[in-house]
């Protein structure tokens, strides 16, 4: 009897302290309880004082169902007097929780009406969501130097201390978005564009995951937000709306344009690419893919992730150099993008070898009977290792 | 050990097995149908077990008596809905769905039948046991049938004669349905057989109506309307058309979440968006996405707002979507109807190509003011 209690206690103890030390974790980019930003801000103070009094009252309960349980278990003691009601003890039972719900409900009415203002947004990016990556397209927006429409993916880049308002749609299913160091979460619904304010207090990135289950890779639909100073994000704005530059003539990369346009084209745009006679290369995703969209490459070495987020386009070490600079250095780091050094070849060269081994997608060409022949994900184009080298050569241009 | 009960069931059974497991092979092994088989066959597989242990509610084993037992047709209704399930499984889904339901009512019926046949040694007891259980189910859903068979017949007749015909025939119909029934009601001692008589005679010569109405097809009109597609047809110029703009909608129950708000205001057009503060000129819709605007007039003349597709809608294989299944792609446009002062109507749209491969912008304009234009720019 000793014996297991003794056990019992131990295994109380370990799991108390697993959960203590869970919750030291330094490493921890989606934690909800560190805000980086006035929004996300807004939520913490409201849900730290409920949870102390929720804690307080749950601590209360059960201490009091504790003491019932040891204090009047059966002893052999004789039936205590039975007694119908206490209005008296019921009123006040009922009148306290009804207040502290009350007081909630005040504080929790305006935080909510605060986060769905709109009246005061700075600057606009539409958010599009489709199976299993985000899309974004920051319309124009003269005041921060946006004259023609940017197409990303990946990665949201925003400006530092500005109410961003991303509108936000999906493409197929519904899809939910969440960086929780910046907000709460948004569901993205076809048909539908939905609202969600976004301010970050520092540069940095900002990590965050697709929060409705949307189907087979729903857990590696992931997303970053990226904050640049305002000086820092009118150079990436420049960035996105250079030319294409199309690679030298001679060059491997020359040819991975050539397999590009042969094959990644069908679906992926790469804004000014043109066709050997001359015509704008015009992806059609429409055709090809369930959702109707892939993402658009245009600047793809500009961000540090593909695949929905779900793959790094930096190797570790420069990607660490990147996510833990300050903050003033932050910004030229990031925007230094991916050169061949720092490049996660070894992802990208498997992704580019067979997409669906290494991300679960429903891409096999005999399975798309319910799809009217469309993908959903990428399919595995079987291209040789002569031609990944060309198009990771290619790739690489992109910037 | 097995008695008529468990052999029923161990058969099903094994049917639903059977079925699994030509699911998982021929279909899909992963689909929302093997999980649906699955538990069928874990629900029978349980009833077999249930029936077996109380040994199908004898506490021992009774002599039937044959003379009880009456002809069935429900055995013979049950193979024609098993027929119509694998039917189905390979022709259409309309036939499988009409399967389980032949199969399930003929099941209920044959089990309930030879349940209450073995109810008592009285065969009018057992009938009125059947009776009992089984009339509140039957005679709702035999009425249902029937009154949808009459409505049906009269609607064939209506679009089979003209107007000014159908609004003759309509009171006349009506009137001696009200007639008869005031009649019935007025002298409930008529006998049940003259009553049943009088209907019989009413719903036959509606039938007989509706099959000859079928025969003769639509009025002139509506055939021509349906042949021309006149309802889907979008005219989308500054005149009134004559079957688009009939009976406009002026109102919205949707009002939030669309992409834009397009008002025309003074002879201006601009475009009102969640997050911008002032009205703009440019809208971006996302690629191979539907996208609803909301169009208002305020001008005092009646407008409608028209959305160019483009010209690489054309040139491409699929036809744009719109909400109402358009057929009218071949202009290249779409519209909301012609509505008044005040009104609003909404309009999705579906972009598949992007702004870079038209030949023209994209644009949100209004037939009749000139110079106004919304770009709609598709990524």
Redo the contacts between chains.
Sequence with gaps: MMKSRRLALRALAATGAAAFLGSCATNAPQDTWQPKGPNAKMIDDLQQPVFAVAGIIGIIVAAAVGFAIWRYKDRGQPIPEQTHGKPALEITLTVIPALILAVVGVFTFRVIFDLAR??D?QL?I?V?GQQWWW?Y?Y??QNEWGITQ?I?SSGQLVMPVGTKV?L?E?S?DVIHSYWIPALNGKRDA???????LRLEADAPGIYAGQCTEFCGLSHANMRMEAVALSNEDFAKWVAGQQAAYQPPAEGTLAKEGESVFLNQCVRCH?V?GLKRADGT?A?A????NVW???AP?LTKLMSRNTFAGAMFNLLRDACRDDVWRADSAEFGAKYLAGVDETCLNVNDLRAWLRNAPEVKPMYANPA?LADTNGKYRGMPNLGLSESDIDKLVAYLLTLK | MFKVGSKLFLGLSGFASFNLVAYIIFV?RLAIGGVALSMVLAALVGLTAIVMLINEGDSESQPRDNALTGASLWPLMTVVGLMLLVLGLVVAQIYFVLGIVVVLAALAEWLVQAWSESASDDPAHNESARQRLLHPIEFPVIATLGLGVVIFSFSRVMLAISKSAGAVVFMVVASLVLLAGSWFALRPALKGALVSAICVVGAVGIVAGGIAGAGVGLRTDLAEAAEEGHYLHRECGVEKSKYFDKKAMKTLSLRS???AIIELRNGRLSAV?????EPQQ?V?A?????V?FIFRNFDEAERRMVASLGS?MAA???APETTEGDSHAEKNETCTQLIPQGAEQAL?VKY???S??QDAPLTLTVPGVAGQAIEV?V?
């Design positions: 709109t009246d947004t606009v539409n599009t899309e397209d319309p124009v429409p197409i308002l509108r749609t493409r619904v076809p048909g539908r564009v939905h609202t745009q804004e704008l015009i059609a995703p429409d055709e959702s109707g969209a658009n399975l | 899909e979440n669309v992409t968006m969640v997050g911008f503060g440019r971006t996302s690629r191979a996405n539907p609803t690489a491409g294989a699929a999705t598949d190509k992007p870079v491969a720019f990524p």
